[in-house]
Each structure stands twice: as structure tokens, then as C-alpha cells.
């Protein structure tokens, strides 16, 4: 982003910040537009990348002109016309990995983006698609709708974005035939209450790949899409986990087609990642938590049950105990009897 106010005739001091995205702090530019002094200082260890800056903007380069080292800063031979404020702002670094070689699991996917070397964005998921195609029937006329089966290959290429309040990851495969990309937002509830979500799913296709549409019939590109998404709901600074199936229907292009993309196996965090490569706390969805419960109920129960039994019998011991103390006693000599 390059702004540039103009300061008509008068010439004033204007400062040109520099943001160096990989080295992750400030380079300062001043340049005094007057006949007397043009200047401009940046430091020396960071002017290297500062020139790289410069030089991919040519009315900033016109305005500073040749430049010469000289001790710790530089100096300006000539600047000349009007006083230029600009603001270069290099888009941070953003680089995704695809280390899905690293999960035992071979079709579950692990990807990463990193923001400057720093983890910023992690998804461990295997993904499955159903996709319908038409084909032409036997008579010619009629059309007849197939499924295509796909699954998310290991190869795949991964790009993705970070931001305080919006993520997102794009994977590709097939030379982009195929594209998932999956849209992250943060959002503020009711009491204060903050949480990520999924707020958009895009599948785009390619009918005309033939490793999994077989004789489509009007084949193509084509993009399925989500509508009033709001789906992995999760407190904010957690992860989402859930080994249960999710599915969603995107509506497709190709004559509003459903299809289907089910998700397993997940483990996703878009933001506020606070360790390289580490998860946050897992925040479980609705799915496992149920199917914990009905593992753990029977367990529970049991425990209950076995617990009544051991109370029931030490209170009917004690009660035994209590009523032999309390019956009368048998003499033990038989000649006692006679006085009964």
C-alpha cells in the first residue's frame, strides 16, 4: 500500500516508513525536499532491503535520487520537485507447508502457514468429496447423474493467509483441476463471549479431469460454495478437535448440484497460535463429547450400581448384628432347663 499526499508548493519534511517484512522491524526514511538539504538516513544494516523497497516504487526513486554511503546513513546528490509523504507497507511473509508426510495416518492431511517463520494458521484433517456430474445416457438423449469420488492427495500445494480477525487456506492438486480453500473468521457474541469459526467453504472443480469424471457430459470448471456458513464454532485461543465425520453441502454451478465434503479426524486452529507447531488447548466438538459421554455412562452407572450393593450389604449386616445382641440368651447347661 503506497500513499502519497501532496504538499502543493511548500516544501516540508516528510517521512518515509519502511516496513521489512522478514526482518520484522522499522527502516525510517526522512527526505527534506528543500533546495538546501535532501536527505535521506536509514540505518546500515537494514538499507539493503530498504533500497529493494525504494526501488519498486518509481516516484519515491525519482524523489530521493542517487544516493552514496557515507558513514552510517546516506545522502542525496539532488531531490527535487514538490515534498512526497510515502508509506510502503510490505505484506508480511506468508508461506504454507504441506506436512502431511509427517502423519501416520495416510489419509489424513497436516498443513501449516507460517507468517515470517512463526506458525500462524494449522490444519490436520482428512477430507473426502462426492461430487455429481452428468453423463449422457445409453439413447443419446437422456442425462443421467454420476458421482465423482475424490480425496484430498498428500501432494497437494497449500497456500493460506493470517489476520487478527480473518484466515483463510487454499489447497491445490491436480495443477489447480482442484481447489479447497476454507475461510476463518473471529467474531464477538453475546456477553463479551469471543470465538472463531468457519464462515465460508469453496470447492472448485474441474469435470474435464478424467482420473475421476468419466465421459461428463458438458464438462468444465465449476465452483461449489457454501451459503450463511457457520460451522466449527470454537472459543477463542483453542483449537478445534473432532474425530467424528462433519459434512457440508456446498452448492455447485453445475445446475445447483449439492456436493458433499466430510471432514474427519480434525485439528484446526486459524489464530492465536502461541507456540511453533502446537496446537492450543482442544476445544471438542458436540459429536465426540456425546460419544465420550456414552462411552464413560456405562462405566458410571456401573460404579453406581456396584456402590448400592456394597452399601445394602454392609446395612444389612450391621442390622444382623444388632438383632443377635439384641435376642436373649440360651443357658449353655442343660440342668438350667429344669428352672424354665
Known amino acids: ?35 538546501q538539504r535532501n536527505q535521506c538516513q536509514l540505518s546500515r544494516r537494514k538499507r539493503s532491503r530498504c533500497t ?20 552510517g546513513g546516506w545522502s542525496l546528490s539532488s531531490c527535487g520537485g514538490p515534498a512526497i509523504l510515502a508509506r510502503l507497507t510490505v505484506t508480511a511473509e506468508q508461506e504454507g507447508e504441506n506436512l502431511s508426510g509427517l502423519s501416520n495416518n495416510p489419509d489424513k492431511e497436516i498443513f501449516v502457514v507460517r507468517d515470517n517463520g512463526t506458525t500462524c494458521l494449522m490444519v490436520e484433517f482428512a477430507v473426502r468429496f462426492i461430487v455429481p456430474f452428468d453423463v449422457l445416457a445409453l439413447n443419446g438423449i437422456d442425462l443421467i447423474t454420476e458421482n465423482a469420488y475424490l480425496a484430498l492427495p498428500r501432494g497437494a500445494d497449500i497456500e493460506g493467509k493470517c489476520g487478527e480477525q480473518e484466515a483463510q487456506i487454499s489447497i491445490s492438486w491436480r495443477d489447480n483441476a482442484y481447489t479447497l480453500r476454507i475461510y476463518f473468521v473471529k467474531e464477538t457474541r453475546n456477553k463479551g463471549e469471543k470465538i472463531w469459526k468457519v464462515n465460508k467453504v469453496l470447492f472448485v472443480y474441474d469435470s474435464s479431469e478424467q482420473t475421476h469424471f ?81 462411552e464413560t455412562l456405562p462405566l458410571i452407572l456401573g460404579f453406581i450400581l456396584g456402590l448400592i450393593i456394597v452399601i445394602t450389604l454392609a446395612v444389612y449386616h450391621f442390622h444382623l448384628k444388632l438383632t443377635v445382641v439384641n435376642q436373649p440368651q440360651l443357658p449353655r447347661d442343660r440342668s438350667m432347663y429344669k428352672n424354665m
Do not use: W
Not at 524523489?63 to 554511503?69: F, H
Open 52 to 71: 529493494q523497497l525504494r526501488g519498486a516504487d518509481p516516484e519515491v526513486g525519482d524523489a530521493c535520487g542517487q544516493s552514496d554511503e557515507r558513514g
Open 214 to 294: 468419466l465421459n461428463p457430459y458438458n464438462p468444465g470448471k465449476h465452483t461449489a460454495s457454501s451459503h450463511s456458513l457457520s460451522a466449527l464454532v470454537t472459543p477463542a485461543g483453542r483449537s478445534y478437535v473432532c474425530s467424528a465425520k462433519q459434512t457440508l453441502t456446498l452448492i455447485s454451478s453445475d445446475h445447483q448440484k449439492g456436493v458433499t465434503v466430510a471432514m474427519s479426524d480434525i485439528q484446526i486452529q486459524p489464530f492465536d497460535i502461541s507456540s511453533d507447531f502446537v496446537f492450543s488447548e482442544a476445544y471438542k466438538c458436540i459429536t465426540d463429547q456425546r460419544e465420550q459421554l456414552e
Open 1 to 35: 500500500m503506497i500513499d502519497r499526499p501532496h504538499s502543493g508548493g511548500r516544501a516540508e519534511p516528510t517521512h518515509l516508513l519502511c516496513s521489512a517484512a522478514r526482518l520484522g522491524d522499522q527502516i525510517d526514511i526522512y527526505t527534506d525536499a528543500s533546495p
